[in-house]
């Protein structure tokens, strides 16, 4: 009778124990890692710009906001399977500040990325001038535009925007 009792204690031992494991490696985590909440998606002057911008084109365009650019450009395909890895891995981790659609289709129209101080670092500038070939080399329109702190000052940088969409 006994026997039988430690028996019986050593299989729930185990299967309490392989539960407990199962439900340890089942639990989502994020490893060794820990995170925290960015708590607006916009830095002011972003927010301050996407508010001119959606007054101004709002109505006739979808505008999006951090777009990567691996979601608005690709690169094309070679044999070279690592060669094509290597072209997306330069632009994957990098993002356009908004990108402007057709509300309907969601068709890319253009993009505009706004240029504060940090884009003077000569690592920034090196980003750049790489986006900037990509995007040209794609046939997608980029509008660079300077920061400003009066919002009222993008309506006359927007003037380069009207004569592309008139087009």
């Known amino acids: 009778m006994i026997p039988l009792l430690i028996i019986i204690l050593i299989i729930a031992i185990t299967v309490a124990v392989i539960l407990g494991l199962l439900v340890k490696l089942l639990k989502p985590t994020p490893g060794p890692y820990t995170y925290k909440k960015i708590p607006y998606l916009f830095t002011k002057t972003e927010k301050?710009?996407?508010?001119?911008?959606?007054?101004?084109?709002?109505?006739?365009?979808?505008?999006?906001?951090?777009?990567?650019?691996?979601?608005?450009?690709?690169?094309?395909?070679?044999?070279?399977?690592?060669?094509?890895?290597?072209?997306?891995?330069?632009?994957?981790?990098?993002?356009?500040?908004?990108?402007?659609?057709?509300?309907?289709?969601?068709?890319?129209?253009?993009?505009?990325?706004?240029?504060?101080?940090?884009h003077n670092r000569p690592e920034r500038i090196k980003r750049d001038l790489f986006v900037n070939a990509a995007f040209k080399n794609a046939n997608v329109k980029l509008f660079r535009i300077k920061t400003q702190k009066d919002p009222e000052n993008y309506k006359r940088n927007l003037e380069e925007i009207y004569i592309f969409i008139s087009k």
């Open 48 to 118: 301050k710009f996407l508010d001119v911008l959606e007054k101004t084109i709002g109505s006739e365009y979808k505008i999006m906001g951090k777009v990567r650019i691996s979601d608005i450009i690709k690169p094309c395909r070679t044999g070279d399977r690592s060669e094509w890895q290597r072209a997306f891995n330069k632009i994957t981790s990098k993002h356009i500040d908004f990108v402007i659609c057709d509300p309907e289709s969601l068709k890319i129209k253009f993009c505009i990325e706004l240029d504060d101080s940090s």
